[in-house]
């Protein structure tokens, strides 16, 4: 294979590598022909190298056998070129101190075919000659030439060596252009360099307390050193006056290797603003290694400068939103020298801000202060004026002052916030001053004020009383009022007379949250009137002729169920007018009753009065509970009220009803049904004690009775008589010293027996001659024209007594509601009854007997 590389190294071309007929890189070597060729235009001057490599080879030799060629321009000429090889510089020193001995050296090789005898090299250090040496080479020799040095100190930093063949151009040589060589080395020397890109700092705003520089320390020697740096105090260069002003660096040492450069902050803290002028410092950096300083010039430059400043009355302007407001503002001149500033105002919409004196004319929108003083000031009025419209309190605009300076174009814009100032108003209707007439002097009159809050914010009103006329109280104390912005309220406060009150004025004041108020106030004509006092008297309970009475409500115990009890109260009207109250009781229930008056009815100023009330606690009231009733007289809006407690009396009452009888016969089973009603107020749980004669076989379908108040149950007896004698039963509750309650119930018994049977003949024959005196009448009435049914009683059956009337001696059974009235034969207290012919009842002994006037004839 066959490889050309150039004289520099960098391109590589193959054999049999072409592209449009020249040789290219990049392509793949030629592993067939045995014939390769590397064709090159424009080749650069310099040694070529050619190799050819055995990829492989057949027979026996080791070696392949090969020949070379070449052609070209110059190929073939003997012409000499010497020139310096590339990178064969070389010094003893990478980076020579100044005064160092030094040596440099480089390789010449006479790239050309033929030879010379003698050539000239010089060397020269930043342009000056060092030494000149000659030398003659065959083709192809390469030979080393040195050179001595020792830098000076002009020669410190970076420092130009030049290497020149043939400098007089003696010598005829294939390239003229290959035979210099310069390289630029670094001498050091020690020492630390302060520079800075802005000597000059000039103030620009007078409200800066700091300057600051930036420091660039350079190590200017080639090898490490430790470096420090300082400053100056500043002096002004106009008058020399040093000022001693606070100044540092960020870093006073440092540490800086080979030509290594670092950048310190330097700050001078100086007042706000200085006074103008120039003021310079120095710097010195120092190598600290070799004490070696370095120094560095610097200015502060301050000009004349502008700083107002303006100062509000307050952090925020109260303004009225109706009236115009006054005020002022303070101006200052907080720059480094007597100056002038101009004033302009700007105002928010529908507002006008101006000027009261420093403009030309009053509420001129600009003005001037004129010369101020360094840290002078002057005071500049400003005048007000609202929209004219009611705005919220509390809310802010803001009107704007611009400050100009005449030492520089700047524009100062200062905020004046105005912020609307509470206003309050009130109407009050009906207006204060008024009069409230015919108040009675011992009544609850209520005063009502209608408040509209007419002002620019929510308002709250705390009143208080200023004054009253003697004998009144405010009653339920005066209650706050919280009224919203364009609100009104209807509120009211009532006043107690103690019958006794006098006319006069009523004074309240409304206090406002941040101190102001409102005074209203009207006159109350006050009419006496009545005062009563009400205390209890006496309870008086009645049974039959027995009269007890006490002074307490429960001075005699229980108070009766279902029986009237009488409670009275004494009742004096110790104020200026007559009172004629209604009297009422307030009850538990409606099943309570009670009747009260008044005695005498009208009562007189100094006059007393008796109430009595009879009262009743119904039977369904439960026994032990203790409720309350109250005694309310009531009239001309004047209320009085007794109110008492009572204790219910416990009542066991038992009712019994004959519910069902049959006749009662000798050896006959007969049955009797009653029902037990409790009609007391409480529950009763009895054991039923009975009573009959002997013999009758009494049975009872229940021994214990249990009842609620109110409730009913009932109880069945049989029995059978063993004789046809009458006999009486008795039922009781109770234990027979303290019985709840009692039942006795006369049985009139039929005798089956022969003297049962004489008996019924009796009864039979006078039966029989009813019916005869019955038919005969019937016959005659007939003939006389009128309908026998009309005088025939509907109803049928036997018209004797009932048994089980005749045998309830205790209970008589009520009249149908068919029945007619009740007549009475005689004497007032026999009944007869339409439906018992021939019979009476007599009700005080509770017996049927016989009518005398009856006549079996009518029938």
Partial sequence: NLEVTSPDGSVTYVGNDFANGRSTTGGAKDTKNNVEVVLIDSASTGIWNVKVK????????????????????????????????????????????????????????????????????????NGDPLETKSLGMSPGEEVRLEWDWTPQSSDKGETQIRIEIDPSDQLEELYEDNNILEVTIGVSAPGIQASTDSAWKTLQDPSDTTTRWEVEM???ALFDTNASIEVTKPVRMIDGVEFDWFKSFDQIYVELGPSESTTVNLTLVHPAPPDPGTYSMTITATDEDFDVESQLEIYFDVPVLAQPEV??????????????????????????????YDIELYSPAGWDVGLLELGPFQGSKQGSTGTLSKGGS????????????????????????????????????????????????LGLTPESGGTQGGVPADSLHEISVQI????????????????????????????????????????????????????????????????????????????????????????????????????????????????????????????????????????PSDDWQSSCAANPARIGPGESSMVWCSITI???????????????????????????????????????????????????????????????????????????????N????????????????????????????????????????????????????TATSSGGSNTLLLVGGAFLLVAVAAVVGAIAFTRGGRELSSVIPARSGSQRPPREETAVSQEPTAPRADEEEVTTQEGPELQRYPDYPGWLWNPSTEEWVEDPEYEHSEQ
Avoid at 99 to 116: A, C, I
Avoid at 395 to 418: C, D, G, L, N, Y
């Fill in 54 to 125: 055995d990829f492989s080879h057949g027979g026996s030799r080791t070696y392949q056998p090969f020949a070379i060629a070449v052609r070209g321009v110059n190929v073939n000429d003997l012409t000499p070129d010497p020139s310096i090889a590339p990178g064969s510089f070389e010094i003893s020193t990478p980076i020579p101190q100044v005064g160092e001995p030094t040596s440099f050296s480089v390789s010449v090789v006479n790239q050309g075919s033929g030879s010379f005898a003698e050539a000239f090299v010089s060397a020269h250090v």
């Fill in 218 to 220: 350079t190590n200017l």
């Fill in 311 to 340: 100062t509000l009355p307050s952090a925020e302007i109260q303004v009225d939103s109706q009236e115009i407001t006054n005020t002022s503002v303070q101006i200052h001149n907080l720059g480094n020298g007597a100056q002038t």
């Fill in 378 to 425: 002057i005071s500049a009025g400003i005048m007000i004026t609202p929209p004219g419209v009611l705005l919220t309190a509390g809310s802010t605009f803001f009107a704007e002052i611009k400050v100009k300076s005449r030492v520089s174009s700047e524009v100062w814009t200062f905020q004046m916030p105005m912020v609307i100032q509470p206003s309050d108003s």
């Fill in 452 to 587: 509209s809050n007419q002002g620019n914010r929510e308002v709250t009103l705390t009143p208080i009383e200023r004054s009253l006329p003697g004998g009144w109280t405010i009653q339920g104390g005066l209650s706050q009022i919280t009224i919203p912005m364009g609100s009104n309220v209807q509120w009211s406060f009532s006043i107690q007379g103690n019958g006794l009150a006098a006319s006069g004025l009523v004074e309240v004041r409304f206090l406002v949250e941040d101190g102001d108020f409102f005074d209203w106030n009207t006159t109350v004509d006050s009419i006496s009137g009545a005062i009563p006092v009400l205390s209890f008297h006496e309870v008086v309970f009645v049974e039959g002729t027995t009269i007890e009475s006490s002074t307490t409500p429960l001075g005699l115990g229980a108070h009766p169920v279902g029986t009237p009890f009488d409670m009275g109260w004494k009742l004096e009207n110790t104020g200026t007018s007559i009172w004629e109250p209604d009297v009422s009781m307030e009850l």
């Fill in 618 to 696: 119904p039977l369904s009231h439960e026994a032990g509970t203790e409720p309350g009733i109250a005694l309310v007289l009531s009239g001309d809006g004047i209320e009085s009220r007794g109110e008492v407690t009572l204790l219910v009396d416990t009542v066991k009452e038992v009712q019994w009803t004959l519910v069902n009888y049959n006749e009662a016969r000798e050896d006959f089973l007969t049955t009797i049904q009653l029902d037990a009603l409790n009609t007391g107020n409480v529950a009763l749980s009895e054991r039923i004690v009975t009573d009959a004669p002997d013999g009758w």
């Fill in 698 to 749: 009494l049975w009872l379908d229940g021994q214990l009775l249990t009842l609620q108040p109110g409730e009913a149950k009932s109880v069945v007896i049989q029995f059978t008589p063993d004789s046809g004698s009458d006999g009486s039963i008795t039922l009781r509750l109770g234990t027979e010293e303290d019985p709840i309650s009692q039942k006795t119930l006369d049985i009139p018994v």
